[in-house]
């Protein structure tokens, strides 16, 4: 079946760090990339998203490449700031009739100033 | 900016009671959706329309929890009855259409079941 697995939390960083979240996945087909960003009392939301291969999405200084060799949609930053601090969620699209997002299940990044 | 609504924020119930939530989703948004989200967990499918009609329910508890969207608008979810193991945020996205690629999520109900 469809699956996400990203790095566990919290990440804690301090203000203008570089940012990794690893995410892999596991999907039949081709499917599409996601990260959706919560912040704290707020609903998901978009980041950026990659639909094919070699696709880089990028939203608010934050990147990521799909990887289809490695199964691979890494969320990365160059420099943090406070209001960065949030949970992130790798997500994907998967290719069939209705099209089910599978979501992981997060990783809580905290940046101190 | 247009949002997904949903209410209430936060309910607490005991078990055995019923519990109903709203979701009214960005006008014109076909396809809407029901999540539940443990805390520490991604959200988890519970139940998609397309328009009026439940494309995906497979996830759904069907013998406690209920959902309808009547006129391919607004829609609701009934927990009858509740169990501790319900407590959760349940969450509401819509998007324009299947496989457009971006969820627009509410911000949430909080249930808490005592």
């Known amino acids: 079946g469809n699956s996400v697995t990203q790095m566990e939390g919290p990440v804690t960083l301090s203000e203008e760090a570089f940012l990794t979240i690893n995410c892999t996945y596991t999907?039949?087909?081709?499917?599409?990339l996601f990260w959706y960003v919560q912040y704290p009392g707020e609903g998901l939301q978009l980041l950026l998203k990659?639909?094919?291969?070699?696709d880089k999405g990028s939203n608010k200084g934050f990147e990521a490449t799909y990887r289809k060799e490695t199964t691979s949609f890494h969320l990365e930053k160059g420099s943090v700031q406070v209001s960065d601090s949030a949970v992130y969620f790798c997500a994907l699209l998967t290719t069939d009739s209705w099209g089910k997002f599978q979501f992981g299940a997060g990783t809580q990044v905290v940046v101190t100033p | 900016e247009a949002e997904v609504a949903q209410s209430p924020r936060y309910k607490i119930t005991e078990k055995s009671q019923a519990v109903a939530f709203w979701c009214d989703p960005i006008?014109?948004?076909?396809?809407l959706y029901w999540y539940r989200q443990i805390l520490g967990q991604g959200p988890e499918l519970l139940v998609q329309f397309q328009d009026e009609s439940v494309v995906d329910d497979s996830q759904l508890p069907k013998d406690r929890f209920s959902a309808e969207r009547l006129k391919g608008v607004d829609s609701t979810l009934k927990i009858q009855p509740a169990e501790l193991g319900d407590s959760a945020m349940y969450l509401c996205?819509?998007?324009?259409?299947?496989?457009?690629?971006?969820?627009?999520f509410g911000e949430g109900s909080r249930l808490t079941v005592l």
């Open positions: 996205a819509s998007s324009l259409a299947v496989g457009t690629g971006e969820l627009f």
């Open positions: 990659a639909t094919k291969a070699d």
């Open positions: 999907a039949t087909g081709y499917p599409s």
């Open positions: 006008s014109g948004h076909a396809t």
